[in-house]
């Protein structure tokens, strides 16, 4: 059985209680990238309707941004930008930039987190004030980087004929952009 510490309120915890729990977070926090290939792999048997699943779309995309020489944590982005499509599926965009945000670049980031109103631009459905919903970032810097994201690596990847790469060819980029030293605000 693993040892815990005693206190029931953090303000009774002792400096070597605490200590212990930095080390156990530590190793915990090295399987983040196990975790999130395994978040990645669950998108096979999500929730459907398209020609592919969403781990299809996911390589998809990932694929093409590889292709069109993105760097590593544009790459990155791309391949898990959805994974958080099943527990938050209207602000899974949100949720996956924060799962990013401590290792990737504040541009990979921003892009992540708000590609679903990017998005309703390709949308059949929507209203035109809905698909022009991203013009309410008209000013920000990363933009047009959104709006190019949304157009080569994400609207377009839902292609039943499209040979993407395997996610072995990922995972080593998974790993080293997930094991960085996190960056916070």
Not at 9 to 21: D, H, P, Q
Not at 92 to 109: D, Q
């Amino acid at each position: 059985m693993q040892k815990v510490v005693d206190f029931r309120k953090m303000v009774e915890g002792t400096k070597e209680e605490f200590e212990y729990l930095e080390k156990l977070e530590e190793g915990f926090n090295t399987g983040l990238p196990d975790r999130l290939l395994k978040k990645l792999d669950e998108l096979k048997n999500s929730f459907s309707g398209y020609r592919i699943s969403r781990y299809e779309h996911s390589l998809q995309s990932a694929t093409r941004a590889y292709q069109n020489n993105e760097d590593e944590d544009m790459i990155v982005a791309a391949l898990l930008h959805d994974i958080g499509d099943e527990l938050a599926p209207h602000t899974h965009g949100e949720m996956v930039a924060a799962i990013l945000k401590p290792f990737v670049s504040e541009k990979a980031t921003w892009i992540v987190k708000h590609h679903g109103v990017f998005q309703q631009h390709y949308m059949a459905h929507m209203t035109e004030t809905e698909k022009n919903a991203r013009d309410i970032f008209k000013d920000n810097p990363f933009y047009q980087a959104c709006v190019n994201f949304c157009e080569n690596y994400d609207q377009n990847c839902f292609d039943p004929d499209f040979e993407y790469l395997p996610v072995e060819f990922f995972e080593p980029m998974v790993r080293k952009v997930f094991t960085r030293s996190p960056k916070f605000e």
